[in-house]
């Protein structure tokens, strides 16, 4: 009975010392993870410049927390950023809308290559210069004034100025989300339109040019220009949220296969809680998880 319960007491001892020596090293590893000492490389992501805010701002902080890790995040619009991750000539896309619809026919085989990584939600909004006179405008009148059959701003109730269009070039996958959801229908070129990519330079020549109107995502809007409502419904995160503001896409981050090492733990890093509820909130976007409706590849809309 003594030499069993010797047996007994010794193994007991035993698993608990190696318990603990796994939790420490387990400790360790988390502590080493943090500090950024086994991350190290260089990232390259490009594409959506909706996106672009909050990929810099969080990409700033993965670089202090893992100073070994550099990350050079670029625009060019979301057919751009699609089309150099699938050639591999970056590291991550960046894009408004799904790898599927943008990469279509003979890049469909691409598009199947391609792992979506989900980081947020943008809404687009229509906004024009400050003294147009008009702050709502339905669909039908966006309709008409993309589509060039309305010039003039008092043909929507607005002052009597011409209507100046500052639209985004095809790859835009910004352009996507307003054609889809807002206008309903792929708008063409006019020749007397302005085509600008950045949106930071669409914000800057909707508000210095008198009777223009273009649309932007909620994190580039400001007090410079006129935010418009749609259908009378203001482009808010709350009305996105609720699924009540129609015109809002995923914020996707593609890969070229499943990510590795810092590529796979700086998208990590992009869902964890820090980025989620500060940043992507701050900068005017609207984390996935708040979402109470969801969207398919197809743009069908669906309660969670």
């Known amino acids: 009975m003594k030499k069993s319960l010797l047996v007994l ?8 010392l190696a318990a603990c020596g796994k939790n420490e090293n387990s400790n360790n590893a988390n502590a080493g993870a943090s500090s950024g ?6 990232i390259s992501a490009a594409g959506s410049t909706a996106l672009q805010p909050l990929v810099d701002q969080a990409s700033k902080k993965f670089m202090d927390l893992n100073k070994d890790v550099t990350i050079t995040v670029n625009g060019g619009g979301s057919g751009a950023g699609l089309s150099q991750v699938a050639e591999g000539t970056v590291q991550i896309g960046n894009s408004d809308v799904f790898a599927e619809e943008k990469l279509k026919d003979a890049d469909a085989d691409k598009a199947k290559e391609l ?8 809404s687009i909004a229509a906004v024009a210069n400050k003294d147009v006179g008009v702050d709502n405008l339905t669909k039908a009148q966006l309709v008409d004034i993309f589509t060039g059959k309305v010039t003039n701003w008092k043909d929507v ?3 009597d100025e011409k209507v100046v269009l500052v639209n985004r ?10 054609e889809n959801f807002a206008l ?7 020749p007397d339109s302005i085509t600008e990519d950045a949106s930071g330079t669409v914000r800057k ?3 210095e040019t008198p009777g223009a109107i273009g649309y932007l995502a909620l994190s580039y809007l400001d007090d410079t220009i006129q935010a418009l ?3 009378g419904v203001e482009p808010t995160s709350e009305n996105v949220a609720s699924g009540t503001y129609p015109v809002w896409a995923y914020e996707h981050m593609y890969t070229k296969g499943q990510p590795e090492g810092a590529v796979k733990a700086f998208l990590d890093y992009m869902l964890s809680d820090e980025i989620q509820t500060t940043d992507v909130k701050d900068l005017g976007y609207i984390p996935v998880s708040d979402m109470k409706v969801t969207r398919d590849v197809a743009g069908v809309v669906s309660n969670k």
Do not use: C, M, N, W
């Not at 070039?169 to 307003?178: E, K, L, V, W």
């Open 205 to 207: 020549l909707v508000s």
């Open 37 to 42: 000492a086994a991350l190290s490389g260089a």
């Open 169 to 178: 070039p095809a790859s835009s996958g910004t352009r996507a989300t307003f």
């Open 115 to 122: 792992v979506d990584h989900q980081v947020a939600v943008v």
């Open 184 to 190: 309903g229908a792929k708008s063409e070129d006019l």
């Open 229 to 231: 409502k749609y259908e």
């Open 9 to 16: 007491t010794t193994l007991a001892l035993g698993i608990s």
């Open 157 to 159: 109730g607005g002052k």
